[in-house]
């Protein structure tokens, strides 16, 4: 593809309510991250994903979240159990191989929790 | 822990002026650095990047400079235009690891 496109662009969810926030990356890229930019923050970092290694989960900010990548090119982000303060942006970027730093990130998805 | 900062958090211009945006950061051991560019709605672009080793790139208008030791990066914009109207991200690469980001300026450029 073009770029890394993710998917959905907005999501408006209930306190308590699951989501899950998707993330294609362009093809053959084999790092992926996900970061978090809440309001009047900078970007927070939450999971790398770097080829069949195990991912780098240490950003992830509780057990609500957890993310996976199938087949080593999409992934998804779930949140469980909503919280408000769980209102960001999600953004995802992807990287062709370690070592090349330049990251490509996706439009976001921003939630929403009421 | 890394930390990076910029200054100014808001800065409004009138076109044609040359402008410099502040970036700083605790830890000097880094990998590179990184200028990215964030329209209201949009992810990030990058701009430019820095390895460690080097002490300024350019990329049409635009200039970034590094000084590791100091732990500071300046990115210049020459002859600003409505359209460079965004957000300034800096991020400092620690290297193998996630990028570490500032908040941003937000940038206006006036016409």
Redesign the interface.
Known sequence: GAG?S?SPSNKVTEKGKDVELRCDPISGHTAL?W?RQSL????E?LI?FQGNSAP?KS?LPSDRFSAERTGGSVSTLTIQRTQQEDSAVY?C?SIEH?GQ????????T?LLVL | KQE?TQIPAALSVPEGENLVLNCSFTDSAI??L?W?RQDP??????LL?IQSSQREQTSGRLNASLDKSSGRSTLYIAASQPGDSATY?C?V?PG?????????TRLSVIA
Do not use: C, H, M, W
């Not at chain 1, 009047?40 to 970007?43: A, D, K, M, S, Y």
């Not at chain 2, 193998?96 to 941003?104: C, M, S």
């Open positions: 890394v993710q991250y970061y009047g923050q900078g970007l970092f790398y780098d950003g953004l970027a370690r730093e330049t990251q490509y990130f996706g439009p976001g921003r | 990076v990998y590179n990184q990215f709605g949009k992810g990030l672009t990058s990047l991200l991020a690469s193998n690891t996630p990028l570490v980001f500032g908040k941003g």
